[in-house]
Each structure stands twice: as structure tokens, then as C-alpha cells.
């Protein structure tokens, strides 16, 4: 969606320009509906997140970015028409960030005032605080997995941790934070609230691999604060690196 979204023509062709240069170093993810729907098994889950075909076709792909640059309208009809297609997306996702802002001050109200200064002040969190944190977290996956139309039934204990959903919803509780510890997004733009929900989701898919890069401070934090607590508190230290193999 940020690649193919608004002028495509000229977005695209800027957005693959680093990594038309080395297409077979890149591997290409399976999309997020899909993932939602793997298991958490610790054992080769970084390879169920990669899409094997669009990877090898990468470089095929690459080759025909360059042709649609040079002119070949067919192909400029395709980009086009995934760029229409990532502008409906994102169109729909301002519902989604309406309703996480409106979320917010109801998350702000199970902090007492002690525990909003804490988050505020970004100090380490008392017991208390992140037993909290982490109740509410798994209230808001139970939640995400409830109304996910891939999932038939919640994982076991054991994977959950790795499932994305699981993951997402982590991503999503700490963005939430860091706008409950300014004091809410009541003046701000949904534009703004649905940019931060599509960086959420780069931050998931990083705490498989080796991080997230990006100039992003707001992404980049989330996805540190969120790589701690999986491997210090909801995965047992040395699975994470594990469950990739």
C-alpha cells in the first residue's frame, strides 16, 4: 500500500529504486491476512512468513517496473490498477484510525494518575504497572483473534507469543501508550493515527527478522520496546532466535 498509494507512477518506480539494484538479495513476505492465519510454532517460522514464490519472481518484477518506466502502457494499467486498489485500503483504514483515537481515552482510564505519569515520563514500569500492560494486551489480542476471519480457533499457550496477531496487538497496545503518555490524538489528523496503525504492522513483521529500519522514531521505538518485552517476558530468552531456524 506505501508503495503502490497516490501519484503510482511515480511513487512505485521510488519506492523499488534501492531494491531493483539487488533483486535477489530481497525476500518478499507473505501479505497480513495471510499471516494472521499461520501457527505459532517456534520452528521454521521465519520461512512460513516468506512468500517463496514472489520471491524468486522478484527480479522478473523488477524487470517490468523498468519496462512500465520506459513506457509499456500495459504494464502502467496494472500499476495503476494496484495503486487504486492500495488508495481504497487506505481510505478504509482512516475507520480504523478513528476508532483506535476514540480508544484511547478509554485506555487512558484504567491507568490511575501514578501509573499515566510513569508511562509519561518513560520510566521503568513498577510490577503493578506492567502486569497491567500485559493483561490489557492479551485482552486486545483475545479480541484481534475473535474477529479475524482466518482464525477458527485461539492457539495454544505455547505459540501464541509468535503468532502475528498475538504480535500486532503488542505493536498496537505500545502505540496506543505513546499517545495515552501525550495525553491523547483528539486534534489529531485520522491521516496521521492511520500512517501510525500501518507502521504498527512493519514493527510486527520486524520482531521475526533482525529489526526494523527505519528514520521513523515513533516505528522504530515501538518495534524495540516491543523485541524486548517478546524476548524478556512473553517468549522464554533464546527461543526468539530459535523460532527462526
Given at each position: 500500500m506505501e508503495a503502490y498509494k497516490g501519484d503510482t507512477l511515480a511513487s512505485i518506480y521510488r519506492s523499488?529504486?534501492?531494491?531493483?539494484?539487488?533483486?535477489r538479495q530481497v525476500i518478499v513476505l507473505k501479505g497480513t491476512m495471510t499471516v494472521c492465519g499461520l501457527k505459532g510454532r517456534r520452528s521454521g517460522l521465519q520461512r512460513r512468513l516468506i512468500d517463496e514464490g514472489q520471491t524468486r519472481g522478484f527480479p522478473e518484477y523488477c524487470r517490468q517496473l523498468e519496462a512500465a518506466r520506459r513506457g509499456d502502457l500495459s504494464l502502467q494499467r496494472q500499476l495503476l490498477?494496484?495503486?487504486?486498489?492500495?488508495?481504497e485500503q487506505m481510505a478504509r483504514m482512516l475507520g480504523d484510525a478513528a476508532r483506535f483515537s476514540e480508544s484511547l481515552e478509554l485506555i487512558a482510564g484504567t491507568y490511575t494518575a501514578a501509573?499515566?505519569?510513569i508511562l509519561r515520563r518513560d520510566v521503568p514500569y513498577t510490577k503493578a504497572l506492567f502486569e497491567k500492560v500485559t493483561a490489557n494486551v492479551m485482552m486486545l489480542a483475545a479480541m484481534m483473534f475473535a474477529g479475524h476471519p482466518r482464525i477458527s480457533k485461539l492457539p495454544p499457550a505455547s505459540e501464541l507469543p509468535c503468532?502475528?496477531?498475538?504480535?500486532?496487538a503488542l505493536c498496537a497496545y505500545l502505540l496506543?501508550?505513546?499517545w495515552v503518555s501525550v495525553g491523547g490524538a483528539e486534534n489529531v489528523k485520522a491521516k496521521r493515527i492511520r500512517n501510525d496503525l500501518v507502521d504498527v504492522n512493519f514493527a510486527a513483521f520486524a520482531t521475526y527478522f533482525d529489526g526494523l529500519l527505519s528514520a521513523?522514531?515513533?516505528?522504530a521505538g515501538i518495534y524495540c520496546d516491543a523485541d524486548y518485552l517478546?524476548?524478556?517476558?512473553?517468549?522464554?530468552?533464546?527461543?526468539?532466535?530459535?523460532?527462526?531456524?
Open positions: 523499488m529504486e534501492i531494491l531493483a539494484e539487488f533483486p490498477g494496484l495503486g487504486r486498489a492500495a488508495d501509573e499515566l505519569q503468532t502475528f496477531i498475538f504480535r500486532a496506543a501508550l505513546r521513523d522514531s515513533k516505528a517478546l524476548r524478556n517476558f512473553f517468549v522464554m530468552p533464546g527461543e526468539l532466535a530459535q523460532a527462526g531456524s
